[in-house]
């Protein structure tokens, strides 16, 4: 009897601790550097400032991929790294359960979490994902007010024909041609959506900038970057498309965090039109 009633007394305590217990509702994290949690009404995030940021700093929201997690994305991509050097933030969402809603819901939250930040410098945001979270990305393109100045995007690229966004939208994209989880020419992915074949795609981002010149250059060896000029805007649509390729984040031969951010950095948004302006000298 002793033994039940201590195990009672012990379950009474730790339900009168954890209902006492501080519910994370809205917590802004701190500018200061290294890595902080932040709280979206429950909704999880993580800030990276290194050493180097201004305030306002330059930011990238970067979305993980399908089942993943936000410290993933900042391990997997390197742009925690590149921050270090460049002197960007980097924010990192967490999605319920690893998968992103594309109703608005990931969207509005992502807003949220940009309204909360008070060193990111809202005419030099910008957003990048993998995968489920590429098509996020391209998403939000198209959200409306439109919080990003440029776009990029690795392994999945989506395009809204209903898009309510009116201005042009820079945006850069890695595939590869041997991709197994989301086909390069399109078809069905690991998670039995269909993707749209990746060329024809930000073909479609392209007319939609108005883009009036076409050019195709080697990169490297076995890399071909396809390239949408002379768009509204002063913008530009880039595709590396990457031979034998596999479904990941690339490194090394091809540097897309690297990539991402020199596209980037020549751009900047009115956050009051949602225009995107090309830096000059580019």
Request: glycine share 8%; net charge positive; with cysteine.
């Amino acid at each position: 009897m002793r033994r039940i009633a201590a195990a009672l007394l012990g379950a009474v305590l730790v339900a009168s601790l954890t209902a006492a217990a501080p519910q994370l509702s809205s917590v802004t994290p701190q500018c200061t550097p290294g890595l902080h949690s932040g709280y979206s009404q429950g909704r999880h995030y993580l800030v990276y400032v290194p050493k180097t940021a201004a305030s306002p700093a330059p930011t990238i929201v970067s979305f993980h991929g399908r089942r993943q997690s936000a410290i993933s994305q900042l391990d997997g991509t390197g742009l925690r790294a590149l921050s270090d050097r460049e002197g960007f933030i980097v924010v990192a969402p967490q999605a319920k359960a690893g998968i992103w809603n594309f109703a608005g819901s990931d969207t509005r939250f992502t807003s949220r979490i940009l309204d909360d930040l008070t060193c990111e410098d809202p005419t030099r945001t910008y957003a990048s994902g993998m995968s489920m979270g590429s098509a996020m990305t391209f998403l939000q393109a198209c959200a409306q007010p439109r919080r990003f100045a440029a776009f990029g995007g690795v392994g999945f690229e989506i395009y809204m024909p209903n898009c309510a966004a009116p201005d042009p939208a820079p945006i850069i994209a890695f595939h590869g041609t041997a991709d197994p989880i989301v086909p390069y020419a399109g078809g069905l992915t690991a998670s039995t959506a269909t993707a749209p074949p990746a060329e024809q795609t930000m073909a479609k981002w392209a007319r939609r900038d108005g883009c009036e010149q076409y050019v195709r250059r080697v990169f490297k060896p076995g890399v071909t970057i396809h390239e949408w000029q002379a768009c509204r805007g002063d913008v530009q649509v880039n595709l590396y498309r990457i031979r034998n390729g596999r479904h990941a984040w690339p490194k090394g031969a091809v540097p897309a965090s690297e990539l991402m951010w020199r596209f980037f950095e020549q751009y900047r948004l009115d956050p009051i039109s949602g225009a995107v302006a090309a830096m000059s000298g580019r």
